[in-house]
């Protein structure tokens, strides 16, 4: 029933946020949070224990099982679950992994009150809710899909994501190679792809392309 209370899930890892949220959503008459979780490990407890919401609010970035590992575990176990992602990063490279593992909208953490409450509407309602700004860059990804270098550069693999990551710490590429199961040569190979694929010259400009998409956070 449309008026039926939309029953909410509050998925992050900042307390005061998370409380903050909760409290103005329950204010509104037209949703309510029936449980708080610091991290995806947490939110799949409740789902366990039967506690199903209409609409899951995801932090991309929190400790033991993120944003993404989370969305995509809802989306292969529990694709009635409608997720909105909350997140400091909207360049095109964060929406689209966004988008491949099933996330119905976006919002920043900034974001207006009613405007939460609406993208909650929104999505329960409608299936998704994209603000102006995120339908704007989308629109334009889109517009210019044959630019081929542009859909390069967002469209990486989840093994050059992992990359990525690595690369932005102090491992060698030898130990990224290990960790990652891949032969170095092969590594060797990801790393120069990806120089040419993302414009950049060095190790230290992958770490701050993966920095500013929102790969991995400082």
Not at 6 to 12: E, N, Q, S, Y
Not at 37 to 46: R, T
Not at 85 to 99: F, G, K, N, P
Not at 195 to 217: C, E, Q
């Amino acid at each position: 029933m449309k008026n039926d209370v939309i029953k909410v899930a509050m998925v992050d890892d900042h307390v005061l946020l998370r409380n903050a949220l909760t409290s103005l959503i329950n204010n509104s008459g037209k949703c309510k949070v029936i449980f708080e979780a610091s991290n995806g490990k947490e939110l799949i407890k409740q789902l366990e224990n039967k506690h199903f919401p209409n609409v899951v609010i995801l932090d991309v970035n929190m400790p033991e099982m993120d944003g993404h590992a989370t969305a995509t575990y809802l989306q292969q176990h529990f694709p009635e679950i409608k997720i909105l992602m909350l997140t400091m990063y909207d360049s095109e490279l964060a929406l689209i992994r966004l988008l491949k593992t099933g996330v119905k909208g976006f919002m920043k953490k900034d974001i207006h009150p009613n405007e939460l409450l609406a993208a909650i509407e929104s999505v329960h309602e409608f299936g998704h809710y994209y603000s102006a700004q995120t339908s704007s860059k989308l629109a334009g990804l889109f517009r210019n899909n044959q630019d081929q270098q542009l859909l390069n550069k967002v469209m990486l693999t989840e093994m050059e994501i992992d990359f990525l990551k690595y690369a932005c710490s102090e491992l060698t590429y030898k130990e990224i190679a290990g960790n990652l199961k891949m032969n170095p040569r092969a590594i060797d190979g990801m790393r120069d792809n990806l120089f040419t694929k993302l414009d950049v010259k060095s190790r230290v400009g992958l770490a701050m392309y993966a920095i500013k998409h929102g790969v991995v956070t400082i």
